[in-house]
């Protein structure tokens, strides 16, 4: 359950946010391709004041053997908040909500990347988050879509991570710190922005049927958004332009 | 916009991008079809040649395949054979029964250790990806000399050129022995100069490969030494 905290303000008089964004507008997004030369794959996000780097290795062999598929790759996803991302230092290492989302991630990143061309093998994904201000599992699934598709991993869709919510019972799309604080629904999603399918939903607090509907329309107009972000960054780190 | 590669169509894909209908023609290495139409699964330039379509990947993996020539790492050895790093997601087995020595059981680190570099060829690749290697067959040997270069799997060909043109002439411009590995590894073996220049040539593809051909790489290379001298 969200925080809910009934006397904080998150809506300006006008219906504007406090960072003065409308409830379905997105905050700025910048996505570099191939920020790591040691890593077969490589991106790196800024959303807002967030910033998560994702680097791909592989495929390569599955180890320990016991985690190997005889008919497909497993994906290994590493989630982790660097100590200094957040106002409060984080212990270093993992903990229940990194191996969770590192967990969602890896099921997510499985349903659009032809695991079953490399049976036995393994592809390494590694999301660090520098800087956190809300929507982290968000971001880091862009990272690592973008990261995934530098690495030449053949994938359907370059998925799209992104989140709406409600505060002060009013559907908006992508929650900042203080709005997912204190607001009071999350609602997280990983979108193939091609074909519309939904592959992973998270949702924390309660929406109706129809604020549901509503947060899931801003989601898929934020993805189409950040995809042509995705694709521009591919483009102009091989191709030297915009798309 | 880039060169991307001669005689391609000039069109970056990217994962999932609908490429137009799959009336009429097949779908190529990083295409797969969807309702009719054809979809990318890799970034990449894409290609139609011979009324199919795929992509030419800008970065790939190396998948072995039976036939492949490959300069393989012994990175293990046992009694009987030798494991080599094929620089593929999976070691490649070397068994003694196709090495191009009569080796006694247990001796196989006599003949070659680990660290030592062999030119091969893939006899078999399963379902489960398991390489067989051999090195029985003509210029199949232990590489006692040279250096070995990385290049990118995806840019093989392209070192090649049409009927191996632009590798021999890179041969003659630095007056060397190269052999280019299907597993993107490049032997080279002559004066230090000679290696020294094949290097160079083939990093400055590492690095700009994406937006530019060999060939030009090649030229630029051959008009420096020529502007040095």
Same mark, same amino acid.
């Given at each position: 359950m969200m925080g809910g905290y009934g006397d904080v303000q998150l809506l300006n008089d006008d219906g504007s946010r406090l960072d003065g964004r409308k409830v379905d507008e997105m905050r700025p997004v910048s996505i570099e391709a191939g920020v790591l030369p040691a890593a077969d794959g490589s991106a790196m996000v800024t959303h807002g004041l967030n910033v998560a780097v994702a680097a791909v290795y592989g495929p390569m062999e599955a180890h320990p053997r016991k985690i190997q598929r005889q008919d497909r790759a497993v994906i290994d996803v590493r989630y982790n908040m660097a100590p200094f991302s957040t106002s409060d230092r984080i212990r270093p290492g993992f903990n229940r909500r990194s191996r969770e989302i590192s967990k969602v991630t890896a099921e997510a990143l499985e349903s659009v990347?032809? =695991?079953?061309?490399?049976?036995?093998?393994?592809?390494?994904?590694?999301?660090?988050?520098? !800087?956190?201000? !809300?929507?982290?599992?968000?971001?880091?699934?862009? !990272? %690592? %879509? =973008? !990261?995934? %598709?530098?690495a030449g991993i053949p994938m359907r869709d370059m998925i799209v991570g992104v989140a709406s919510g409600k505060i002060e019972d009013t559907v908006v799309l992508d929650l900042d710190k203080a709005e997912d604080n204190y607001g009071q629904a999350d609602l997280p999603v990983g979108i193939l922005p091609n074909t519309g399918e939904i592959a992973f939903l998270q949702m924390d607090g309660d929406l109706s049927p129809d604020e549901f509907d509503l947060a899931m329309e801003y989601n898929f107009k934020a993805a189409k958004e950040i995809h042509g972000i995705m694709v521009d960054a591919l483009k102009r780190k091989y191709d030297g332009g915009e798309a | 916009m880039s060169q991307?590669?001669?005689?391609?169509?000039?069109?970056?894909?990217? /994962? &999932?991008?609908?490429?137009? /209908?799959?009336?009429?023609?097949?779908?190529?290495?990083?295409?797969? #079809?969807?309702?009719?139409?054809?979809?990318?699964?890799?970034?990449?330039?894409?290609?139609?040649?011979?009324?199919?379509?795929?992509?030419?990947?800008?970065?790939?993996?190396?998948?072995?395949?039976?036939?492949?020539? #490959?300069? &393989?790492?012994?990175?293990? #050895?046992?009694?009987?054979?030798? *494991?080599?790093?094929?620089?593929?997601? *999976?070691?490649?087995?070397?068994?003694?029964?196709?090495?191009?020595?009569?080796?006694? *059981? &247990?001796?196989?680190?006599?003949?070659?250790?680990? &660290?030592?570099?062999?030119?091969?060829?893939?006899?078999?690749?399963?379902?489960?990806?398991?390489?067989?290697?051999?090195?029985?067959?003509?210029?199949l040997r232990r590489l006692n000399q040279g250096a070995v270069e990385s290049i990118p799997v995806q840019h093989v060909d392209r070192v090649r050129g049409e009927n191996n043109a632009l590798l021999q002439r890179m041969r003659d411009a630095c007056d060397c022995r190269i052999m280019v590995g299907e597993n993107g590894r490049a032997w080279i073996e002559g004066s230090s100069e000679g290696i020294s220049w094949a290097r160079s040539a083939l990093q400055q593809l590492v690095q700009e490969g994406h937006s530019k051909g060999f060939e030009t790489i090649l030229n630029e290379m051959e008009n420096k030494t020529k502007g040095d001298a």
């Open positions: 990347v032809l =695991v079953e061309r490399y049976p036995r093998s393994k592809i390494r994904v590694e999301i660090e988050i520098l !800087a956190a201000e !809300a929507g982290t599992r968000c971001v880091g699934i862009t !990272a %690592a %879509a =973008v !990261a995934l %598709a530098d | 991307g590669q001669a005689g391609a169509e000039q069109r970056l894909v990217t /994962p &999932g991008m609908a490429i137009g /209908p799959s009336t009429g023609k097949r779908a190529g290495s990083g295409i797969i #079809v969807a309702e009719e139409s054809f979809i990318a699964t890799q970034l990449g330039w894409l290609r139609e040649r011979n009324n199919t379509v795929s992509v030419d990947p800008i970065n790939a993996a190396y998948m072995p395949r039976s036939g492949d020539l #490959v300069v &393989g790492i012994v990175a293990e #050895v046992r009694n009987n054979l030798w *494991f080599m790093n094929i620089n593929g997601s *999976f070691q490649g087995l070397l068994p003694m029964s196709l090495a191009p020595w009569k080796v006694e *059981f &247990g001796a196989a680190r006599q003949h070659m250790d680990v &660290g030592d570099v062999v030119l091969a060829r893939v006899q078999e690749v399963d379902e489960c990806h398991n390489v067989v290697l051999t090195m029985k067959g003509v210029g």
